[in-house]
């Protein structure tokens, strides 16, 4: 079969055509980037990094350069990754100054005997590992400096009320190779969120699993409910239990909706090469590539295809 390589740009309440079209772009690039490198190198995990570094550098999404601030004004960062042959995994929760998270994640996967680090002690083995630690203040953009200010000006006024619904944009991707699955997520975390919140992105089993008995999953959404229904695990669960990658996908972030009132998207892909993509929220950014062939889409029922030159 052939490799596949599918990738979100976060679920959310995305209600500008603009910024839509901007996503859209994004994870068309990024899809295509992990591609190539997916099958040029033949590595799961080389491709699942470069499509997620990709949407990192992309100030549009919320990830790595573009993250939301927290109510300190500061860009914490959270990211995990996992391999489904060995159950191999590795996460950073509460992360500063690092550009790319996916890559100290994968780090920590393959250089440490633990499955997540946090805060300063990330920092200090990023330092010990030879990643770049910037400025503080260098991942924090003048669009998510606004969005704090409008932020804090409505909670003042009183008018935010909790829908479980922001305009997210979280990144993940899930590929598909030789008959073995990977996935990876990286986030900023959400608007408003309290210094040192941790999220569903860094936790294995909640923003990202893979298990080559039934298929990898990234999510996005509102975090402390997917952590709290352990979405990405409950996903492979229903596949291992006979549910398609689709049915599995779509049971699993309806079942949050109805439990918990709050919206998710997931990106699924079995070990037998089916995708599953589903979304509660208004819209998901998402695409994958097949051969020479591209499919994205962001609202639902929308599956566009386009061949890559
Ligand atoms: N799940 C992320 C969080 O709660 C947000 C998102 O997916 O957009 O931090």
Known sequence: MEPILLVHGGAGFINDDRKATELLLGVKEAAKAGYKVLKSKNSLLDGLEEAVRVME????????????LNLDGEVEMDASIMLGSNLNAGGVTVVK????????ARRVMEKTPHFLL????????????????????????????LMLENYKKKLAEKKLTNTGEAELGTVGAVAFLNGQVAA????????????????????????????????AVST????????????????CKEMEAGKSAQEATEICVNKMLKRLENTAGAITLSVKGEIGIAFSSNRMSWAYQIGNMLHFGINKNEHNVEIVN
């Open 97 to 104: 100054n690092i550009k790319n998270p996916i890559s100290l």
């Open 220 to 235: 996005t959404g509102h975090g402390d409910s997917i952590a709290k229904v352990c979405l990405a695990h409950d996903i």
């Open 118 to 145: 946090a805060g300063e002690g990330a920092l200090k083995f990023a330092k010990r590992e030879g990643f770049e630690i910037l400025s503080d203040g260098a991942l924090v953009t003048e669009a998510r400096k």
């Open 184 to 215: 990876a997520t990286s986030t900023g975390g959400y608007e408003g969120k309290m210094v040192g919140r941790c999220s569903d992105t860094s936790i294995i089993g909640s923003g990202t699993y893979a298990d080559d008995e039934s298929g």
């Open 57 to 68: 550098d992309n100030e549009i999404f919320n990830a790595g350069l573009g993250s939301v």
